[in-house]
């Protein structure tokens, strides 16, 4: 939906966890305080917009986003977006995980986060 809406989104390369291959874009989460509509995500997301494949992102309330944006790391905004207060460089990795190595839910998948946000 964001690439209907003018943002560049990079696509991410397969990966093989647990026999099952993903290809991992970018984890991007809007919770109804930002946007519900298409017509409203799409005011949100004017100018030139682009979201590297190893951001994870969650935005709520009204960030206010910048008319320039490049994102490849990590963003938490539920007010007016500030640099030092809403990046972070690190990303959040999928790691493969075996029988022994991880808790079910993980097991399940095939593969767990690198960090919790």
Known sequence: MLRL???EVEKGANEVFGG???AFA???LLE???AITFAEIKAKF???VKIAKC????L?????????LTVAGTVIARKQLNFFDHFTEE???FLPVKAGEAEEIYLIRGYKPSRQL
């Open 55 to 58: 951001t994870s992102m969650v």
């Open 20 to 22: 099952v291959p993903y």
């Open 5 to 7: 809406a003018g943002v």
């Open 32 to 34: 109804p305080s930002f």
């Open 26 to 28: 970018p984890k991007i």
């Open 60 to 68: 709520g309330g009204d960030p206010n986003l910048p008319n320039e």
């Open 91 to 93: 990303s959040i990795d």
């Open 46 to 48: 004017q100018g030139k």
